[in-house]
């Protein structure tokens, strides 16, 4: 029917306007637009280990940040009695574990020892007792669960006259008593003890380098051996006194509090209450000390943050350096490219332990060591950079919006900066965090193997807290445990966000891995 | 081929002429050290120094340096540790316990590697795959040093499977004897796990992409099990990309790893670098960074040339 009329010839008649009254335009795109970022954000948001990786990549952070805060000690903090002190939480310590306490085998003598300075204190050092036996040669060992905060026990501290005065004044103030009598035996040999001070308490063997054990009473108990003198003026103790001190009224026997010396007092604490006097609060180390009585939960937090801060700047340097000279190469190529190639090629060869110790030889000692640090790592470091952004210049400069906009005007700094740079951000946004973590792992390398020492009163690295405790791996691995599980944790962290954020800027590398 | 092959070689000794360069000249800045007057061998030293014209100009030293390199392969000697020992013979002294270590280490770790990779990427994007990727990402982000204490407190020192630190010569006996074996085991294994956890990335990310290839379908279509398409097409192409890799860490077994060699007190090279930077010898410091230099090159361009040799359809150096 169609096909009958005369196709060619319509009559103007047949025709008619439409939507004459409305203006005709392209539908308004209802949906927001979505962004470069935003894409990427919704990409890495869906990819869940990158997401946990980054919480506890702002985890770590935060420690680093906020422990100075709420640690009770410093990184100058040093406290030598209380070195190699097992990790102690108030938290868990009524539940049996973390509580500063270590399973171990005792033999009778050091059984007793442990013992009597619970006696003394009247807070127990054996938390538990397991188990005893006696082997064919008579010898009695205990299987005990020792308090390493308690054993320290006693130590002779000297004070200055005003010192000790305060000291008494403070005992009376509050009722705790730090001052405790001089004990008779004088013998420094004893492998156990202080320098002896623990040993108030009559032993079988007063002498030698061995104790010989106690010598108890009739009940058991430990026979008191305190320093006595007839004269009450020698003693000439004022303060707070152990129980059954009666200031020598029974005859003629005063307890000696202290011993006077060209520059005091000698006096014998109760380390524990003294320590207590002197810092504020009793002894307790989250995470234990290490061999100098440093706590490790407040040098693990400053080292994380030198680590960070380290890593960072390096990041940020790193990226302005290999982003411009990376343009530079990719955009102008030729003659350009090949001279600045062959220099990132010559700076990528060079071992990097050489050019941090050259660095720190020459410079440690004029700008100091965290800067030539800084140096050496930027001074390589900026190649990797460089040459990812290259690659993307390569990549976008012959396409057709960057002819396009040559040909309407577009200068040499436009065109890289606002047309072709910006389609490398991603892989330079991935590449520094990518480096980050490499970062991390070689100052904490550079740092234990001690070519550079960034050990000073107020400073300390992850890599000087896992050495000072490499010779304590056997005996006390708390040292090394929470710097390495730090490195560990910051170090797997990190390379799942890089490969998140690479996935997420990049869909199409997606599962490659490198 | 041979072209590229000779160009990269001259390109290689050019990079590594520019870098001891500058190495040399900065050493040479540095203030000397004095000769330690503890040592018998301080004549042999000071004489070794007038023959070096340590107190002539930097470029006269520099020439001296490469002429005794060039005729004599004089490194120089000792001067703050090994006193008046020739450099060179001390390296080489140390060499074979560091080749010794890795090259076990490798040998152990290539076929776990291998086979682990393989593993994961026949069963791509199953809970194996899964299981092997994440052990895998957490293996190659874990600094070697915390195996290496891990292994020290649980395997040599807990279960007393291993001594803790290695077996001196002279105990035992001879560099191959077994008691000498067990006590590099601790360090192998902690050097190995990286490894692994590498090549097993590797070899599943080139795996995976190689068995989607159009040829595998065909080796099915004509009739090759699984196992056979597998073995003879699949595996063959992608070794072509791990092979090279696995020939690289083979030269880098020269260098090892200098944390790993002061752990297990290893009288390796590594050890003998760090030593020589502590105690501030410039000789060693100089023939050490040059030979660690050297092995980074050398191992980038096996790696490139092996590519080449072992796929002849990889042109490497033309033009497109």
Known sequence: MMSERDMKNIPAEMFEFTRRDEKIHDEKIQTKAIGYFMDAWLRFRRNKSAVVAFTLIVILVLFALIVP?????????????????????????????????????????????????????????????????????????????????????????????????????????????????????????????????????????????????????????????????????????????????????????????????????????????????????YPSFLFGTNA???????????????????????????????????????????????????????????PFMVVATLFQLHLAEKVGVLPSLLFAFVLTGWVGMAARVRMQFYRFKGQEYVLAARTLGAGDRRLIFKHIFPNSLGTIITGSVLAIPGVIFSESMLSYLHIINLETSSLTSIGTMLSSGQGYLSTYPHIILFPALFISILEISFNLFGNGLRDAFNPSLRGADE | MTKYIVK??????????????????????????????????????????????????????????????????????????????????????K?????????????????????????????????????VSTLVMVFISVPSYVYAFVIQYFLCFRLGWFPLQLESLSSAGSLFSWKMFRSMIPALLSLGFGTVAGLTRYTRAELSE???????????????????????????????????????????ILGGSLIIENIFGIPGVGNLYINSINVRDYNFFMAMSVFYTFIGLASGIVNDISYGLIDPRIRMGSKK
């Open chain 1, 69 to 281: 805060f709420v640690s009770h000690y410093d990184v100058t903090f040093r406290e030598g009695y209380y070195g190699t002190m097992l990790p102690r939480s108030s938290l868990f310590a009524p539940l049996g574990f973390w509580d500063g306490g270590k399973r171990s085998v005792e033999n009778q003598e050091s059984y007793e020892y442990l013992k009597s300075i619970g006696v003394e204190t009247g807070r127990p050092v054996i938390m538990r007792e397991y188990d005893a036996y006696t082997d064919s040669a008579g010898l009695t060992y205990h299987t005990v669960r020792v308090d390493a905060y308690q054993r320290v026990g006693y130590a002779y501290i000297n004070l200055t006259e005003s010192e000790y005065d305060a000291l008494k004044a403070y005992q009376d103030a509050t009722g705790t008593q730090v001052i405790y009598p001089l004990p008779a035996t004088h013998s420094t040999g004893y492998l156990l003890g202080n320098g002896g001070a623990n040993f108030w308490y009559k032993l079988k063997n007063e002498a030698h380098t061995t104790t010989g054990g106690a010598v108890l009473d009739e009940n058991g108990d430990f026979i008191p051996n305190y320093l006595t003198s007839d004269n009450p003026e020698k003693a000439g103790y004022t303060s707070l006194k152990i129980a059954g001190d009666d200031g020598g009224a029974d005859g003629d026997a005063w307890y000696v509090y202290a011993q006077k010396n060209q520059s005091g007092y000698k006096v014998r604490v109760d380390y524990y209450e003294y320590f207590r006097y002197v810092n504020g609060q």
């Open chain 2, 210 to 252: 190689v068995l989607t290839g159009d040829y595998m379908l065909l080796a099915r279509t004509k009739g090759l099990t699984k196992a056979q398409a597998i073995s003879r097409h699949a595996l063959r192409n992608a070794m072509v990309v791990i092979l090279p890799m696995i020939i690289g860490e083979f030269i880098g």
């Open chain 2, 95 to 131: 060499l074979p316990y560091t080749v010794l270590v890795n090259l076990y280490s490798i040998l152990f770790a290539i076929p776990l590697g291998l086979g682990f990779g393989i593993y994961a990427a026949l069963k791509k994007n199953k809970w194996q795959d899964h299981a």
């Open chain 1, 292 to 350: 100098y009585g440093q706590d490790i939960f407040t040098c693990l937090a400053a080292g994380a943050r030198l680590s960070f801060l380290l890593a960072i700047t390096i990041s940020l340097i790193n990226y302005f350096i290999g982003s411009i000279y990376g343009a530079i190469e990719g955009y102008y190529g030729g003659a350009v490219d090949m001279v600045m190639e062959r220099i990132s090629d010559v700076l990528a060869d060079v």
């Open chain 2, 8 to 93: 990269r070689i001259l390109l290689m000794f050019l990079t590594l002429f520019i870098i001891m360069t500058m190495c040399f000249v900065l050493v040479k800045l540095l203030p000397l050290p004095a000769v330690r007057e503890m040592g018998k061998d301080i004549n042999l030293v000071l004489a070794k120094r007038e023959k070096m014209g340590y107190n002539k100009p930097i470029m006269v030293q520099y020439y001296l340096f490469w002429k005794n390199i060039i005729l004599d392969w004089d490194w120089g000697v000792g001067e703050q540790m090994y006193e008046g020992y020739s450099v060179w013979s001390v390296m080489m002294q």
